[in-house]
């Protein structure tokens, strides 16, 4: 099975700029959730979608946007860009369902490499 | 809110040494708890998981056990190896999807 990808790997863009990045996820998968990694933060969510629509929404302002395709692929779009937007974004796909009987949500996640965004 | 709270890094051993990286979380509800472990320039990888208390998640030697009543998930290992240096996460879900994550471990095992 093909694991999630990410694309592209590598981004230099300058302020004010906007951009966009790609997921693909794992075949059969219908959960895509983005985050932001930092040295400073850490790892942040961004959002999360489920079949088309955004699930679940972390703290970022309303230049961080997200959309999914009919076939789980999702984008991320990042508009006027700031110096603190560089970053490494992660992708995850996961089932994104919950287990009938225990109630539990399927919620192991799968991460792509990751798309290193340096904004100048 | 959630939140998880790692033991602070770096952690450096010598090899064959017993590692251990505490973890404690806040939920509400019944989060599941991972570990994942990230390689340089690469993303995160599950190394190990639990969804219900007293489950002990285990791979490659790791082990952790989900405690409710401490509400920690400790990340074990009784011999490592250089190739185990990496930074480690921990991370509980109580939504499908979304995943709250510790600060992360950096460990270095030196040969």
């Known amino acids: 099975k093909a694991g999630v990808t990410q694309t592209p790997r590598y981004l230099i863009k300058t302020r004010g700029q906007q951009v966009t990045l790609s997921c693909s996820p794992i075949?059969?998968?219908?959960?895509v959730s983005w985050y932001q990694q930092t040295p400073g933060q850490g790892l942040q969510f961004l959002f999360e979608?489920?079949?088309?629509?955004?699930?679940n929404k972390g703290n970022f302002p309303g230049r961080f946007s997200g959309r999914q395709f009919s076939n789980s692929r999702s984008e991320m779009n990042v508009s006027t860009l700031e110096l603190g937007d560089s970053a490494l974004y992660l992708c995850?796909?996961?089932?994104?369902?919950?287990?009938?009987?225990?109630?539990?949500?399927?919620?192991?996640?799968?991460f792509g490499p990751g798309t290193r965004l340096t904004v100048l | 809110g959630n939140s998880v709270t790692q033991m602070e890094g770096p952690v450096t051993l010598s090899e064959e040494a017993f590692l251990t990286i505490n973890c404690t979380y806040t939920?509400?509800?019944?989060?599941?708890l991972f570990w994942y472990v990230q390689y340089p320039g690469e993303g995160l990888q599950l190394l190990l998981k639990a969804t219900k208390a007293d489950d002990k998640g285990s791979n490659k030697g790791f082990e952790a056990t989900y405690r409710k009543e401490t509400t920690s998930f400790h990340l074990e290992k009784g011999s490592v190896q250089v190739s185990d240096s990496a930074v480690y996460f921990c991370?509980?879900?109580?939504?499908?999807?979304?995943?709250?994550f510790g600060d992360g471990t950096t460990l270095t095992v030196k040969p």
């Open positions: 939920a509400t509800g019944y989060p599941s």
């Open positions: 991370a509980l879900s109580t939504n499908a999807g979304k995943s709250t």
């Open positions: 979608y489920f079949s088309e629509t955004q699930r």
């Open positions: 995850a796909s996961s089932a994104g369902l919950r287990d009938l009987e225990t109630r539990v949500a399927n919620n192991e996640q799968f």
């Open positions: 075949s059969g998968h219908r959960s």
